[in-house]
C-alpha cells in the first residue's frame, strides 16, 4: 500500500487549528473580531452624543468584513444602516434586518416599487427618480410592517433627498430645490424624511472646502424648509467628519471606516479604535536562496546575502496589492519583507533575520505578532492606496471567520 506524502503542515511542529480546518483547507483567513466592532460603534456613539443618529454605513460587503454577520452586531447599537446597492440592501432584508436602510448608491433601474417594497429608503438625487417612485405602484402586503422597517411615518414611504454641495459625484443642485418641492408636492405618498450632502474633503489638512460645503448645506436645508420640505434626518457626516467637525453631525452620522477600526489619514487619526479584520496565512515553503538569487516572476529581487525565503499561500487574487514597496508581513513576532513580485496565488518574503523561521509558522498580513502589528493603513501605503481599498479588495476566496460574538469561533 502507497504511503500519504506528508503535508507540509503536518511536518510543522504546530498544529493547524480547528478554525481553519472549518473553512478552508488553505490556511489564508481573515479575522472579523464582532466584538471590537461593537466597541467602536459605541465609541463613534460617545463621540457624537445621544442626540445624533448613527447610520452604521455596511456597503461594499461591510467592506469587505462580511455585511450580514456584521449588522448582526451592529444593528441594535445603530439607528439605520446604509448601503451602496439596492442589491446590498435586499440582502440585509432577506437576512432578517428591520431597521431602516438607506440606499446610497442610488441606482433604482425599473425597480422603483421592488425598493419600496422592501422597506429600503431610497437616497434620490434628482426630481425625475423623485416622480418615478412617486408613480411607482407599490403592493399594500409591504405596508404593514413598513413603520418598524423604514422609521418613517405610517402612510407615507420615506426618502432622502441628497444635495451636491462641491464633490460634484451625486446630488441635486441647490437651485434644484424649488422644482423638487413642487414636484413633490404632486407626489403626498412620499415623505422628504432625509436631507444628505457627502463630504469630500473632510480628512485633509485644511479645513476649509469642508467648511465651506457644511455652509452650503446649511443654505440648502434652509431653502428646503422655506419650500415646504420638513425633513426629520439631515446627514452630511463619514467618519472623517462626524470625528473632526461637530458642526457636520447634524441629526444624523453616517460612519463607515471608523466602525472597522479604521480612519481615512492621520490628520482624523483615533487611537482608540480597534482594528477589526485581521489577514493571517502560514509558510508553505522555505528556500534556501544563495547569493546573488533571484525571486518570483522576472527575478527582479535579487538576495543581497545567502537567504531563507518564505513562501506564503497568499496573492494578489485574494486582494494582496501585486504592487508594493517596503511592505512587511509578520512572522514570529518579527518583521519580513516581500519580496519578488507578488503572484497570483502565493508571494514571498525574506525570512533571513527571523530565527527558527519553519514552514507552518503564522504569517501576519494585517493585524498582530508579539508586540508588532500591520494595519490595513500599512499596506495602504506600502501600496499606494488607502485602507479601503485594502478592506474591500480581500477577495471572496478568503473565508471570513468570525469572533467575538455567541455562535461564532471563540
Ligand atoms: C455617501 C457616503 N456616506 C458615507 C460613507 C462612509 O464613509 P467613511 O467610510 O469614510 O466613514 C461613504 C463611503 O464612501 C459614502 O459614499
Keep these: 500500500m502507497a504511503t500519504r506524502a506528508k503535508s507540509p503542515f503536518e511536518a510543522s511542529s504546530l498544529a493547524v487549528r480547528e478554525a481553519d480546518l472549518r473553512t478552508s483547507i488553505r490556511p489564508t483567513v481573515a479575522e472579523v473580531d464582532l466584538a471590537a466592532l461593537g466597541r467602536n460603534a459605541a465609541r463613534i456613539r460617545a463621540t457624537v452624543g445621544p442626540s445624533v443618529a448613527v447610520y452604521g454605513v455596511v456597503k461594499a460587503d461591510a467592506y469587505g468584513h462580511g455585511a450580514v454577520p456584521v449588522v448582526s452586531v451592529l444593528e441594535p447599537l445603530v439607528d439605520g444602516l446604509a448601503v451602496s446597492l439596492v442589491e446590498e440592501g435586499l440582502e440585509l432584508r432577506d437576512a432578517g434586518v428591520q431597521k431602516p436602510i438607506l440606499v446610497l448608491g442610488a441606482y433604482y433601474g425599473h425597480y422603483h416599487s421592488e425598493v419600496l417594497e422592501a422597506g429600503l429608503t431610497p437616497v434620490i438625487y434628482d426630481a425625475g427618480e423623485f416622480e418615478r417612485f412617486g408613480r ?56 422628504i424624511d432625509g436631507l444628505c450632502t457627502h463630504l469630500a474633503s473632510a480628512d485633509l489638512a485644511s479645513p476649509d472646502d469642508t467648511l465651506a460645503q457644511l455652509a452650503r448645506f446649511r443654505q440648502a436645508v434652509s431653502a428646503a424648509r422655506a ?31 471608523a466602525l472597522y477600526g479604521s480612519m481615512p489619514s492621520a490628520v482624523v487619526a483615533r487611537t482608540d479604535l480597534e482594528p477589526v479584520l485581521s489577514l493571517r496565512t502560514r509558510i508553505m515553503a522555505l528556500h534556501r536562496v544563495a547569493r546573488g538569487g533571484r525571486v518570483s516572476y522576472g527575478g527582479r529581487w535579487r538576495a543581497a546575502r545567502e537567504s531563507a525565503i518564505a513562501t506564503l499561500p497568499i496573492g494578489y487574487a485574494d486582494g494582496y496589492p501585486r504592487h508594493v514597496e517596503g511592505a512587511e508581513v509578520l512572522v514570529r513576532g ?62 471572496k476566496r478568503v473565508p471570513r471567520i468570525y469572533r467575538g460574538k455567541p455562535g461564532s469561533v471563540p
Design 136 to 191: 411607482a405602484p407599490v403592493r399594500r402586503r409591504a405596508r404593514r410592517s413598513k413603520k418598524a422597517r423604514t422609521g418613517g411615518d405610517e402612510g407615507q414611504w420615506p426618502v432622502h433627498v441628497k444635495v451636491d454641495t462641491g464633490m460634484n459625484r451625486l446630488g441635486l443642485d441647490p437651485g434644484a430645490i424649488p422644482g423638487l418641492a413642487e414636484v413633490a408636492g404632486g407626489f403626498p405618498h412620499l415623505a
Design 227 to 257: 419650500h415646504g420640505i420638513r425633513p426629520r434626518v439631515i446627514h452630511a457626516a463619514n467618519s472623517a467628519g462626524a470625528v473632526r467637525f461637530p458642526a457636520a453631525r447634524f441629526s444624523a452620522i453616517r460612519p463607515g471606516l
Design 334 to 395: 518579527k518583521r519580513a519583507k516581500v519580496v519578488g513580485a507578488v503572484c497570483m496565488d502565493m508571494m514571498m518574503v525574506d525570512v533571513t533575520d527571523v530565527h527558527g523561521a519553519a514552514v507552518g509558522d503564522d504569517a501576519v498580513i494585517i493585524g498582530c505578532s508579539g508586540t508588532e502589528t500591520i494595519r490595513a493603513e500599512d499596506l495602504a501605503r506600502w501600496s499606494g492606496t488607502i485602507s479601503y481599498e485594502i478592506l474591500c479588495g480581500i477577495s
